[in-house]
């Protein structure tokens, strides 16, 4: 899968989801920041609505800490219509959150947990929280990558670092490898496949 910060014909757009607080996207990336503030109020949802339910382009999400958590949750309740662009998802450190966010982090947990309607990438240390990572990446149906626990790794959303999005993009070609099994198994159960547009 090409990938890029910049949008090319035919190519998948790189937009990085983050929460209030985090660090600004470098390098061109498209920054999609979520308003957690008033949690149950929802407005986190409307602005994935906003960026993503009529995108004609196609893109690829990256996402950190709880932005991870919301990506996930509003994957699984939108109508198949508002995702239509999203080819897939890297998710960085999805148990890291930040104190704050701690409440917003335990509502989510409560939502839907199926798997996901893209392919999806989780990217963790694997020294940390590692069998709730894995069973959460089980439960979306994401590719597990381990994250050398050496490197600084703090993801929390207030101390990620700002060329994160960067580092995601280098996961981004493990997408294709994910949908091809996303694809089989949509075959094994007698569906559709969804065609390489988004158009089902």
Known sequence: MGLDATEHAGEPRAILVSVAGDPPA???????????????????????DAAFAHRKTPVVILAQGLACLAVSWWAQLSPRSYLRSVRGAVFDSPLSVDFPHVAAAASFRTGPTYRLPFPSVVVSDASFQIEQVLALADKWGSQFVAQP??????????????????ALL?????????????????KGLGLRPLPADGRG
């Open 149 to 166: 626990s050496d490197l600084d790794a703090d993801h929390t959303n207030r101390h990620a670092s700002s060329d994160g999005a960067a």
């Open 170 to 186: 280098a996961h981004a070609g493990l997408l294709d490898r994910a949908d091809t099994e996303l694809q089989g198994r949509a």
């Open 26 to 48: 470098q390098g061109g990336i498209e920054q999609v920041m979520l308003d957690l503030a008033k949690f149950h109020n929802g407005r986190w949802a409307l602005q994935l």
